[in-house]
């Protein structure tokens, strides 16, 4: 594992070490783990929102549709 060294203003430290405290993290480089695995999931979120929105349509999102996908997300079933 890498080390990177931050500095921060007094006020976003004492915001961080506050949200290390309240949220029960371990130290501040956890709480800043998290935060940054939370910024790739969203970027991978909005790149899969944003390929499905320029995709063609593939069909008709009636009630069957969306009931087999209910299906599929129980059964983990998303080859």
Same mark, same amino acid.
Do not use: H
């Given at each position: 594992?890498?080390? +990177?060294?931050?500095?921060?203003?007094? =006020?976003?430290?004492?915001? +961080?070490?506050?949200? $290390?405290? /309240?949220?029960?993290?371990?130290?501040?480089?956890?709480? %800043?783990?998290?935060? %940054?695995?939370?910024?790739? @999931?969203?970027?991978?979120?909005?790149?899969?929102?944003?390929?499905?929105?320029?995709?063609?349509? $593939?069909?008709? =999102?009636? =009630? /069957?549709?969306?009931?087999?996908?209910?299906?599929?997300?129980?059964? @983990?079933?998303?080859?």
């Amino acid at each position: 594992m890498s080390n +990177v060294n931050v500095s921060l203003p007094d =006020a976003l430290q004492s915001f +961080v070490d506050q949200q $290390v405290v /309240e949220r029960g993290y371990e130290t501040c480089s956890e709480y %800043i783990q998290v935060l %940054i695995q939370r910024e790739l @999931d969203r970027q991978k979120f909005r790149d899969l929102v944003m390929e499905g929105a320029s995709s063609p349509p $593939v069909g008709v =999102a009636d =009630a /069957e549709y969306f009931d087999d996908l209910r299906r599929r997300v129980r059964e @983990d079933d998303w080859q």
